[in-house]
């Protein structure tokens, strides 16, 4: 097999998009500032996340590093609630940014990975996760942006 036919790896597919962090809601802004002061990064935008009933901050740090901060906006019962119920916070989940999300899956899914979750559109993402009882407790995170065109 020549380099060319060589079958696509998830490293040539995929690149670290963001590092998420759930923390209490009295906590949210602290952690943000902190997260700007020592790194030097910059608040990038702050969204309201109806679906998961939370409020996410996104510190932009360098081209290939940013934090998504996300804290619960209600006692509703969430995974973001249930993970701050086990854990009382924490980092949470890396997130890989592809443009081959069907790629990523079915080589997810060739190496024995279960998917635990997934949405053809959550805020413009098309995103899948993994099972962290798999990975360590890391819950690996693919998104490709929705094209709004088609």
Known sequence: MHATDAPPSMADLAALHHIGIVTTTARHAGVVQHLVRTLGGAVEYEVEDDPLDVLATWVLVSEGLRF??????SDRATPITGFLD?????LHHVSLATETIGTCRDLALAGGARIIGENEDHGGWAEFFLDPHQTGGALLHWMQAVDVQT
């Open 68 to 73: 998504e901060v996300v804290s619960p906006r």
């Open 86 to 90: 086990r854990t009382g916070g924490g």
